[in-house]
């Protein structure tokens, strides 16, 4: 795995903690991890015939 740093307003890091002190998640990184597959997973479902996504810009 490579390490990513990324800034994220203190509110939705609060609402991250909720969801690792309640047991949906073991950890920070793993909660963050599960929204990536989340997203990407979207993005796969919304890709046009040409293979195009929608919504989401490539980099």
């Known amino acids: 795995m490579e390490r990513v740093t990324l800034r994220i307003p203190k509110q ?7 969801m690792v002190e309640t047991g949906e998640f073991p950890n920070r990184s793993e909660a963050i991890r599960s929204a990536v597959r989340e997203m990407l997973s979207e993005q796969d479902t ?9 919504g989401w810009a490539k980099v």
Not at 46 to 54: L, T
Request: proline fraction near 0%; charged fraction near 50%; avoid cysteine.
């Open 46 to 54: 919304e890709r046009d015939d040409h293979g195009r996504a929608h």
């Open 12 to 18: 939705q890091i609060d609402e991250v903690e909720q």
